[in-house]
């Protein structure tokens, strides 16, 4: 049996954790809106990294939450899961759409906070992606 070089498992090691982070939302630079079919608007801009970093957001479940029999849990997170995955385009009584959950998700806290775009254009750029 072979051993395998440090270098070359150090190597390994790089490659694996540069393509790991190349599908990882520290890239995102629009909301997917690819569950969409005939989308009105552009995509929303919006750089992960840049966001929480101006917003001073550390817990990933301050934006990626989890609900259990309509309650909001504690320290879980979903940051692993795309919003269309609980939210879809119908809704249902215990689940706002998808549309209705980014506007009142992002939008609410904008408001709340007093900081950060509200208006359609400011998210939705046109000649953006």
């Not at 966001?51 to 989890?66: R, S, T």
């Not at 909001?72 to 919003?83: N, Y």
């Not at 939210?87 to 689940?95: A, F, I, N």
Request: glycine letters at 6%; proline letters at 5%; charged letters at 25%.
């Amino acid at each position: 049996m072979k051993i395998v070089p440090r270098m070359a498992l150090s190597s390994l090691i790089g490659i694996l954790f540069v393509l790991t982070s190349a599908w990882s939302q520290d890239d995102m630079t629009a909301v997917d809106n690819s569950v969409f079919s005939n989308p009105q608007r552009t995509p929303s801009v919006f750089v992960h990294d840049e966001h929480n970093e101006a917003a001073d957001i550390d817990d990933c479940a301050e934006c990626h939450h989890v609900y259990a029999d309509g309650e909001r849990v504690e320290g879980e997170s979903s940051e692993d899961q795309r919003c269309s995955e609980c939210h879809d385009l119908e809704g249902s009584d215990d689940r706002p759409t998808l549309i209705k959950a980014f506007h009142t998700h992002c939008k609410g806290c904008h408001q709340e906070l007093k900081k950060g775009p509200i208006m359609c254009g400011e998210c939705h750029k046109k000649g953006q992606p």
